[in-house]
T-cell receptor, first 115, second 111 residues
Framework: GAGVSQSPSNKVTEKGKDVELRCDPI?????LYWYRQRLGQGLEFLIY????????KSGLPSDRFSAERTGESVSTLTIQRTQQEDSAVYLC?????????????FGNGTRLTVT | QKEVEQNSGPLSVPEGAIASLNCTYS??????FFWYRQYSGKSPELIMF????GDKEDGRFTAQLNKASQYVSLLIRDSQPSDSATYLC???????????FGTGTRLLVSP
């Protein structure tokens, strides 16, 4: 596709429910990233995938968060037993590769609200 | 010490002036540096990136990098009200993997 596509754009869920967020990267991009941005805050790194290498999960805030990516295609971020502090915009980005001069291109994000 | 630091602002400049946005980073091994613009309620969009010491120009934007001082800046010439946004500095760490973002500087350009 022309850009990074994320769905849904908005998600409202009740505390304790599980949610799944989807990201479709730019075609041909081998690297994929998930970030979280709370209201008025900066971007917080969550997880990074590069090709078939083991993902860098160092930013996942708890074991309620997990993510998968099949090959170099779609990724899903799953949050189990959602809490109110999980409310944020979840941003997905992809880059051509993991080289130092390869910029990230962001999707429009999924705004998650936990009530 | 935060990995990437920016003054949160707001930085207010009149239309037509030069806006100067600054960023410092802690990892001496950082290889590349990115500037993103984020309008309220929108996702970050790439302005430009730099990885060699010195200046890099792209239209009204100039990125400046000083690795010895661990300092990167973005100059916006002939600032326009449409430039009003939050500017995010991001640094690619030594492993060339994740981008670490600063919290951003809010720029306000008044007509």
């Amino acid at each position: 596709g022309a850009g990074v596509s994320q769905s849904p754009s908005n998600k409202v869920t009740e505390k304790g429910k599980d949610v799944e967020l989807r990201c479709d990267p730019i075609s041909g991009h081998t690297a994929l990233y998930w970030y979280r941005q709370r209201l008025g805050q900066g971007l917080e790194f969550l997880i990074y995938f590069q090709g078939n290498s083991a993902p860098d999960k160092s930013g996942l805030p708890s074991d309620r968060f997990s993510a998968e990516r099949t090959g170099e295609s779609v990724s899903t971020l799953t949050i189990q037993r959602t809490q109110q502090e999980d409310s944020a915009v979840y941003l997905c980005a992809s880059s051509l590769n993991a080289n130092y001069n390869s910029p990230l291109h962001f999707g429009n994000g999924t705004r998650l609200t936990v009530t | 010490q935060k990995e990437v630091e920016q003054n949160s602002g707001p930085l207010s400049v009149p239309e037509g002036a030069i806006a100067s946005l600054n960023c410092t980073y802690s990892d001496r091994g950082s290889q590349s540096f990115f500037w993103y613009r984020q309008y309220s309620g929108k996702s970050p969009e790439l302005i430009m990136f730099i990885y060699s010491n010195g200046d890099k120009e792209d239209g009204r934007f100039t990125a400046q990098l000083n690795k010895a001082s661990q300092y990167v800046s973005l100059l916006i010439r002939d600032s326009q009200p449409s430039d009003s946004a939050t500017y995010l500095c991001a640094v690619r760490n030594t492993g060339f993997q994740k981008l670490v973002f600063g919290t951003g500087t809010r720029l306000l350009v008044s007509p």
